[in-house]
């Protein structure tokens, strides 16, 4: 008998749900926007995801997992930080036990995404493995002995808020010199409409010129293209992810590394840039670049993930 | 009936034996000096504490384990790499086992620590706990899920390795920027000499005329005196220390972190300046100094975890 579960992403800008079997195969989905403002019409929209999907993939599931950009805590019942929802101080897994009539189990986002991509992914068969969320912001999600590490206080994996510049700018976060003030989506986002403003002899200037909107991926573009202004931002921000791969790979020892998240989008100009990048951080140590690979679950991997925790046997 | 193992430190000056019981308490002792340069006189050292060691306190014996200063390779039987003993190349267990007529356990000796410092020291009940390694190098041994994390080389917890500044001086371990350079006892001990050298206005310097070795204890022992020079470098080295805390801190969320290695006996003289430097890392996050801690252990630590290998029940 196939074991079924549903997995379920909330995300800042869609919901995604899913009927996941144990090897990770999506067998139906659903997707919703997500609401805006308030948390009861998140959760009615999670609820209406279930009702679509119960309807449309033949049960019996063996429950019901969430993703979620923020980080639970299971004692309180709210959310400790959350981002891009409006879910700080709601009693949200209560309300939705209440509306779905069931048990749930609430994930960290980058951590479901890394279980995913493990069960049925990039870090398939790999005892240590990490996944590296680069988006807006930068995450981590790591496989230690084939189990997933949360940490004591669920906050472990925070790859993003790692020091790599002593006395660098103050990040949201309250840190300083946090990888993600150099190296994130949203830095890159920042320089490249910096850039646009600032260099009017650059492409990214043309480009708004003549009303394109500038994004990270644009700065990639232009640097691809010769740009040298854009070259140059593009790589020191691939150096600083360079030392943050680096670090991972001293601390975790996993043998492989997947990039998700949004700039995993870019493809190989990311993944080639960072390969030299950290082949020229390490000049005289062993060449880890090999250890680089793409995340394959795409936007599944976060509901795999949730669906993966309830499917477990034994840890994760 | 009591449990018992023999555990052995085979450091570069000095071996320490014990034999150790499951609560890792050490019921006897041995020492010796490290013989200079010929494997065979290690091995034939060793030999002699076991024997010591089994004149002295009753058996049976489970076990003996062993701490080293390297990275064993369990398949070829040999090192991948070792620091201060000349036991590179050499067929180090298979001619342990000969010499002692019994199978032996080898771990690197900052692991060894962690599981001492776990089993009966600093990190007792904890589990998910680190034991930072401050010494001529930096490393440190890493519990997760109470378990120690060895990674899928064995390579794991290398802070000392991690990079802690993108374009920093190159580290003879082939990277570059690694926190090593700047903050590792061998390192301050080089700034020491070369302050003494350079500035003979300094305290060190006058220490020196004065016929003393200056170390890096010294170091600390000047800035303490308000020697302007050994402050500012004592505090720039303890905030890249403190930055490698951090970033310990935001990957694996232990809830404790034990100052272990030579730099330990600076005692509150080193720890009170990373509390206050780790504060001033993340001026605005929750403050994490008091996860900080001294080792308990000592000298004992390698030689309790060696035997706790032995002793252990399932994986460790």
Chains 1, 2 share one sequence.
Request: with cysteine; aromatic share 4%; glycine share 14%.
């Amino acid at each position: 008998m196939v074991r079924l579960a549903i997995g379920i992403d909330v995300g800042g800008t869609k919901i995604l749900g899913g009927v996941v079997d144990e090897k990770g195969m999506v067998l139906a989905r659903a997707r919703r926007v997500t609401p805006a403002r308030d948390p009861e019409q998140i959760v009615r929209m999670i609820v209406s995801i279930v009702e679509e999907l119960r309807r449309v993939a033949a049960g019996p599931y063996e429950g019901i997992g969430l993703a979620v950009p923020g980080q639970f805590d299971e004692r309180r019942g709210s959310f400790v930080r959350i981002a891009n929802l409006a879910l700080m101080g709601f009693p949200f897994r209560s309300r939705l036990e209440e509306a779905l009539g069931e048990p749930v189990r609430i994930e960290n986002d980058t951590n479901a995404a890394a279980l995913g991509e493990w069960r049925g992914g990039a870090g398939d068969g790999h005892k240590h493995f990490i996944y590296l969320a680069l988006g807006t912001g930068i995450g981590a999600g790591v496989i230690v002995h084939g189990r997933l590490l949360r940490g004591a206080h669920g906050a472990a994996g925070e790859i993003g808020h790692t020091v790599v510049e002593k006395d660098g700018p103050q990040c949201p976060c309250g840190n300083r010199g946090c990888l993600e003030v150099f190296a994130s989506g949203g830095a890159l986002a920042r320089r490249a409409a910096e850039l646009a403003e600032l260099r009017p002899d650059s492409l990214l200037a043309t480009w708004k010129r003549e009303g394109r909107g500038v994004t990270a991926s644009d700065l990639f573009h232009a640097a691809d293209q010769g740009d040298a202004p854009s070259r140059e931002i593009v790589d020191e921000a691939v150096r600083y992810l360079a030392v943050g791969v680096n670090n991972l790979i001293e601390l975790f020892d996993p043998t492989v590394i997947a990039i998700g998240g949004g700039m995993a989008q870019l493809g190989d100009r990311l993944l080639s840039r960072l390969a030299a990048a950290i082949r020229l951080q390490r000049p005289g140590s062993p060449d880890v670049s090999g250890r680089l690979t793409q995340a394959r679950l795409g936007d599944d991997a976060g509901l795999v993930g949730a669906a993966a925790i309830i499917l477990q046997r034994g840890d994760l």
